[in-house]
Each structure stands twice: as structure tokens, then as C-alpha cells.
């Protein structure tokens, strides 16, 4: 019992992946503040938000991190399409 319990507590830590969403949009900061062309990087970046989002929740079991979840995915989204006409 000890073994699973120590299992799904692993399976559902997302200390990690929030980790990589801070870097992830710390360096969304600093390219929106760029004078260079950074549509490609802006793009790049947000499909790597979109993996960190997806899973967390997959690894979430709790319905307030799922309703989360589906906002940041929707909002995700909505930022990749407008940063397709960024250059």
C-alpha cells in the first residue's frame, strides 16, 4: 500500500512542470520586449505551455485544476493564433 501510494503521488507531482511553465513565460516576457523578429520563437513557446498544460492535466485528479486547465489550453490557443501574424 505504501509502494502505490508513493506511485500516484509521484504520477500526480507537478512541481516540475510548473517550474517550466514560470521559465516558459519569463521568456515570453522578455521576447514580447524584443525589437527583434520573435514570431517564430513566440510560437515555439507557447506550443511548449501547451505541453506543460496538458500535462498537468493529465497528472491532475483534483476538478479545480481541470477547469484550469481547460481555460489555460483555450487561452494557449487563442495566443498561438494571434502570434501567427507576429514576426
Known amino acids: 500500500l505504501e509502494h502505490e501510494i508513493a ?3 509521484d504520477r500526480s507531482d507537478i512541481t516540475e512542470e510548473l517550474v517550466r511553465l514560470e521559465s516558459h513565460f519569463s521568456q ?3 521576447l514580447i520586449g524584443s525589437t527583434e ?3 517564430r520563437k513566440l510560437d515555439f513557446l507557447l506550443q ?3 505541453r506543460e498544460v496538458n500535462t498537468i492535466g493529465s497528472k491532475s485528479q483534483h476538478a479545480p485544476v481541470s477547469h484550469l ?3 489555460m489550453k483555450s487561452e494557449v490557443e487563442r495566443l498561438r493564433e494571434q502570434v501567427q501574424n507576429v514576426e
Open 37 to 39: 523578429p520573435v514570431g
Open 7 to 9: 506511485l500516484l503521488a
Open 48 to 50: 511548449e505551455v501547451g
Open 69 to 71: 486547465v481547460v481555460e
Open 28 to 30: 515570453l516576457e522578455s
